[in-house]
């Protein structure tokens, strides 16, 4: 008990004002802050797909395939932060077992469900289907019987086949589309329900949690693309990235400008938390939501897009702009989601008082564990190729797409 006990004095020595003993010690750690993260890298990924089948921007093609691994990656992993958090992770297939409809979070399993069973293995798979079918033909054991077993053992390659998968393709993507607003939507919509925490409960918060989310899957496919691309040995697709990098542009632009409307009409409203939550912002979030998240994840990134589009930029110092300018956001929209969650915890109930959150290093709450959980979908990405090949099956096999 001695080590909980230095735990907490030490805490105590941070608080500010007045608080309550069990608002000492903040609950939702930085894996809750990483769920959030993740799940929003899916939406932002599959919208960026999406523009290819079904709002048919050709400049973006090349990236269709990497998008959609990238979302199924990232989702494959996007429950295990709670997993980890719960007491008893075992319990958790109850939620199916047992539906509680008005319960936020134990819908998340079934919306989770929709859109990894539904939407995207379904689009992946037709996606895919004829490349695999084909190279199960030329290849050797064993990605031969993986292939064949992918594919169900399907063999079709008739024109007839190829436009049912065009076909069907086009009409999951289109339902796809408002899957991804509500599997990350739902994230915003749990916090923003909160209506005892004034922090968290706005209107706002599932709408700036969605664009949030569209913007870090952009830059994170963006950033994939170049690195993989550069690794590969092989061009650049300036067209493709400068499209890209345009999506984001206006991403950024409404995300931002959410956020403000966000912060304007709390200042517009001033209720009684509005002195505590001033207090939080200025003392506890400087740094994360000042600093961090607007100047650095937002401000500057976008100065540096304006001036790409305004200054005739050459080819190679555009793409140090852009990767430059990724790596800023997607810190931005991570110190985003530490501030909502963790800042959401840091003020008292008796809006007289703030506490602090000290991170571990170790345990399965810390900070090696949060990391570990951000490296697994890059390692099951890497696997996903193996099996799912997002250029070679493109080179031998090519699918000339046409609008029907």
Request: net charge neutral; proline share 4%; with cysteine.
């Amino acid at each position: 008990m001695t080590p909980i006990i230095d735990h907490l004095a030490e805490l105590a020595k941070q608080v500010s004002g007045y608080i309550y003993p069990n608002e000492i010690e903040i609950h939702w750690s930085i894996l809750i802050v990483v769920y959030p993260y993740i799940t929003g890298l899916v939406a932002g990924a599959f919208i960026l797909a999406s523009l290819v089948k079904v709002f048919n921007v050709k400049e973006v093609q090349s990236v269709y395939r990497l998008s959609l691994l990238t979302a199924l990656a990232f989702l494959l992993i996007a429950p295990l932060p709670l997993l980890l958090h719960l007491g008893h992770p075992t319990r958790s297939y109850e939620i199916f077992l047992n539906p509680n409809l008005s319960s936020a979070m134990a819908m998340f399993g079934f919306v989770y469900t929709w859109y990894l069973m539904v939407v995207l293995l379904l689009e992946i798979w037709f996606t895919y289907r004829r490349d695999l079918v084909l190279l199960s033909q030329e290849e050797k054991f064993p990605m031969k019987w993986v292939h064949k077993i992918v594919v169900l053992f399907s063999n079709d390659l008739s024109e007839r086949g190829i436009t049912f998968d065009r076909k069907v393709l086009k009409a999951i993507t289109i339902i796809g589309i408002p899957s991804a607003f509500l599997l990350h939507g739902y994230v915003g919509f749990i916090f923003g329900s909160i209506k005892a925490n004034p922090w968290w409960s706005s209107v706002l918060i599932p709408i700036v949690f969605l664009f949030s989310a569209i913007v870090s899957g952009i830059a994170l496919v963006i950033l994939l693309y170049m690195i993989i691309t550069t690794y590969r040995g092989e061009q650049i697709d300036m067209k493709c990235l400068d499209k890209m990098a345009s999506y984001l542009f206006y991403a950024v632009i409404v995300d931002f400008s959410l956020e403000m409307l966000d912060f304007i009409h709390r200042l517009y409203e001033s209720e009684e938390s509005i002195h505590i939550l001033s207090e939080l912002v200025m003392n506890k979030l400087f740094i994360s939501l000042g600093i961090i998240q607007v100047l650095l994840g937002m401000i500057l990134p976008l100065g540096i897009m304006v001036a790409i589009k305004l200054l005739k930029v050459e080819a190679e110092l555009r793409k140090l702009l852009y990767f430059v300018s990724i790596i800023l956001i997607q810190i931005g929209i991570f110190a985003t989601r530490w501030n909502v969650v963790i800042g959401g915890q840091m003020f008292s109930k008796s809006f007289r008082g703030l506490t602090a959150y000290k991170m571990e290093i170790g345990g399965i709450e810390g900070l090696l564990v949060a990391l570990v959980v951000l490296a697994l979908p890059f390692l099951v990405l890497a696997i996903l190729f193996k099996i799912f090949p997002p250029w070679d099956s493109q080179k031998k096999h090519v699918i000339i797409e046409t609008t029907h």
